[in-house]
């Protein structure tokens, strides 16, 4: 997701977890249908050891899971449910399973700007299920690092699963790891900020009455 909750991420590495694998995940915030949980583990591929943050974010909307695909995809849209990006683009591919996106994000102090380009690909593991897993890529030139802007390296997961004709669950996940800001501080403003977006995400698709 490049869902603003990236704001605190700087890892380089690692990759996306299963999402049946077992889960140990508490709840830190729900508002109505949106849950987000936290965990921390071991950061795959880390030496020395890290404990890295995992945010997993549930939550419905009604409309379709093609609907919410090209919402993820659409590059004129985005800033209206992701207010920190002030650029994005997508470079689509020959084959659809797969594309590129890069995206830049406005970011307050004391965190300084940051970017990502990432590499997405997409799957129907079962009827009615769209599953979207990301993952950090280099490339200078799609997106040659920017002085002064933090690069980050991000992997994570979109889960669409059609519950109903006009029912979407969805599951997010993304793993981070801290960058030396106390969690007393980076706690509220990244679980606000992913349930801010997730809210805006859903207006977006929800069919205006």
Same mark, same amino acid.
């Given at each position: 997701?490049?869902?603003?909750?990236?704001? &605190? &991420?700087?890892?380089?590495? &690692?990759?996306?977890?299963? %999402?049946?694998?077992?889960?140990?995940? #508490?709840? *830190?915030?729900?508002?109505?249908?949106?849950?987000?949980?936290?965990? =921390?583990?071991?950061? !795959?591929?880390?030496?020395? +050891?890290?404990?890295?943050?995992?945010?997993?974010?549930?939550?419905?909307?009604?409309?379709?899971?093609?609907?919410?695909?090209?919402?993820? %995809?659409?590059?004129?849209?985005?800033?209206? =449910? %992701?207010?920190?990006?002030? #650029?994005?683009?997508?470079?689509?591919?020959?084959?659809?399973?797969?594309?590129? #996106?890069?995206?830049?994000?406005?970011?307050?102090?004391? *965190?300084?700007?940051?970017?990502?380009?990432?590499?997405?690909?997409?799957?129907? +593991?079962?009827?009615? *299920?769209?599953?979207?897993?990301? %993952?950090?890529?280099?490339?200078? *030139?799609?997106? +040659?690092?920017?002085?002064?802007?933090?690069?980050?390296?991000?992997?994570?997961?979109?889960?669409? #699963?059609?519950?109903?004709?006009?029912?979407?669950?969805?599951?997010?996940?993304?793993?981070?790891? !801290?960058?030396?800001? +106390?969690? &007393?501080?980076?706690?509220?403003?990244?679980?606000?900020?992913?349930?801010?977006?997730?809210?805006?995400?859903?207006?977006?698709?929800?069919?205006?009455?």
């Amino acid at each position: 997701m490049r869902i603003c909750v990236w704001l &605190f &991420f700087s890892l380089t590495g &690692f990759h996306v977890h299963a %999402q049946t694998e077992k889960e140990e995940f #508490e709840l *830190v915030k729900k508002d109505g249908t949106i849950s987000i949980y936290e965990r =921390w583990i071991n950061l !795959p591929n880390a030496n020395p +050891p890290v404990k890295a943050r995992e945010v997993k974010g549930e939550f419905f909307f009604n409309n379709t899971i093609y609907a919410g695909l090209r919402l993820i %995809q659409d590059e004129k849209r985005i800033m209206q =449910w %992701q207010s920190h990006v002030s #650029e994005f683009e997508v470079y689509k591919q020959p084959d659809t399973t797969f594309w590129f #996106e890069y995206s830049y994000h406005d970011i307050p102090w004391p *965190v300084s700007d940051q970017d990502h380009l990432l590499v997405y690909t997409l799957s129907a +593991p079962s009827p009615g *299920v769209l599953m979207l897993n990301f %993952q950090s890529k280099v490339d200078d *030139v799609l997106a +040659p690092v920017r002085k002064g802007v933090t690069r980050m390296q991000l992997s994570g997961s979109w889960k669409l #699963e059609q519950i109903s004709q006009n029912r979407v669950k969805v599951t997010y996940r993304i793993l981070s790891r !801290p960058i030396g800001i +106390p969690k &007393f501080l980076t706690d509220p403003i990244i679980r606000s900020n992913i349930m801010t977006t997730i809210e805006e995400y859903i207006a977006l698709l929800e069919p205006k009455k």
